[in-house]
């Protein structure tokens, strides 16, 4: 009996989650920007996320002209979806309306082509496609194995090798980027503006000033302080209350 009530119940969320989704959708075609966001924090409240709902909800905030809103869903959706082009697209229109210009420094070296073939998936699907070769490696072994064949065995054998490398190449993969998803701390200014403090403490001297909307990661905490770091490399320490962490 408990089984079928949380069956039902699951049923339930999930058919008025996706019909806040719906009727979200359905307000923000009809220009009703303000009752899409109420629409589709709803759904977030409801903890069903994706990253079309954030993609969505930072539109509505962008045709509200919140910017910093807009920004952190942006940037919400890209934690589910780092490759969507239409997500980078929105965002990159979003940072426009943003007062601080920071300069991004490019990552060069090996550093840079490791991330940037890491980051092609996510550390959950780099897993499964762990998975994937090691149950491909399991059915070369199996028909090295049984084969009677010379030159099936070869060809099996090749192939067991080919998929161990590439497992341990996707193992790899999948935990270099969980742990940079786990150390990466990326978050949005929401402060209308915010002075960086040198030190954890507002009588200390002031490094930048920061307006909403501008990006930062977050390196450590200390009681109702952030030390943050700009994309140019600039650090000090920001107040919690002036930004929000993306994860």
Known sequence: MKNIFYILLLTTQFFFAQNGFETGNDLYQKGKYNEAVAAYENVLKSKKQSAELYFNLGNSYYKLNKVAPAIYNYEKALVLSPNDSDVLTNLRFAQKRTIDEVKVIPKVGFGKLLRDFTAIYHYNTWAWISVSFSVLFLLSFLGYYFSQLTLSKRIFFFGMFIMFVLLLISVAAAIFENSHY???????????????????????????????????????????????????GTEGWIETSAIKEVK
């Open 182 to 232: 786990k150390n990466e701390i990326p978050a949005v200014v929401f402060a209308e503006m915010i002075e960086v403090k040198a030190e954890p403490q507002r009588s200390a001297s002031n490094v930048v000033t920061l307006h909403e909307g501008t990006k930062v990661f977050v390196k450590e905490t200390v009681e109702n302080w952030k030390k943050i770091q700009l994309t140019d």
